[in-house]
């Protein structure tokens, strides 16, 4: 009877050693496996971004879909320009007073075009950009584009973003639902991933520097 409740008593001792191992394995596993994945989610997001500001500094707006966004990049290019100041005689003021009076002007001279797919993405990665770029799932990012109305003017937003749970699908649910609700200074906060905003005129993205450039507006 003594030799089956040591037994018993060992059972439960290496239970439990097994239980405290994995509250403190599993977490560590599941941030190793968490900041692999978000690099290259924020990797992506950034190019994504850098597209976006590309086709608004050229058209006037944001692309509201993928295909809109690729296309542009095959096709579109930017206008090189120079700034140069200079002084010009002023016509107004001489019609007016009769007396010759010289003003400063910024004069804005075009030298040429550049394509944007060359001065961004000349490697062709852009191609792919809508992909979620993790092994196992096939799934894209969530994008849309519009305007908001700031102080009477209408300007151009967009924001790009993909669920926590979907880059991190084969991980813990209960550290998943944990990590959904992060929010804290050196973290992603909140349940997804993401850049921009259809609320406010921002670029900015909602992940540390720890991953790069994120909180620039």
Do not use: C
């Amino acid at each position: 009877m003594k030799l089956i409740i040591q037994l018993l008593l060992w059972i439960v001792i290496i239970f439990l050693g097994y239980l405290v191992f994995n509250a403190v394995y599993e977490p560590i596993q599941f941030n190793k496996v968490k900041e692999k994945r978000y690099a290259k989610v924020i990797e992506r997001l950034q190019d994504i971004r850098a597209a976006q500001i590309a086709h608004q500094e050229v058209t006037g707006r944001f692309a509201k879909d993928f295909d809109g966004l690729v296309r542009f990049i095959d096709t579109a290019e930017f206008v090189l320009t120079q700034r140069r100041d200079t002084t010009v005689l002023d016509e107004e003021y001489r019609r007016t007073y009769n007396v010759d009076q010289y003003k400063d002007i910024v004069l804005i001279d075009t030298l040429g075009y550049a394509s944007v797919k060359d001065s961004l993405f000349k490697d062709g990665r852009y191609k792919n950009m809508s992909k979620v770029p993790v092994d196992g799932i096939d799934a894209e990012f969530e994008m849309d584009a519009g305007t908001v109305v700031k102080r009477e003017n209408r300007l151009p937003v967009f924001e790009v973003k993909v669920d926590k749970a979907v880059v991190l699908h084969d991980q813990d649910r209960d550290l998943v639902l944990q990590e959904r609700q992060v929010v804290s200074v050196d973290q992603v906060n909140g349940p997804y991933i993401s850049v921009g905003s259809m609320e406010d005129v921002t670029t900015a993205a909602n992940w540390p520097d720890s991953y790069g450039k994120g909180r620039e507006q």
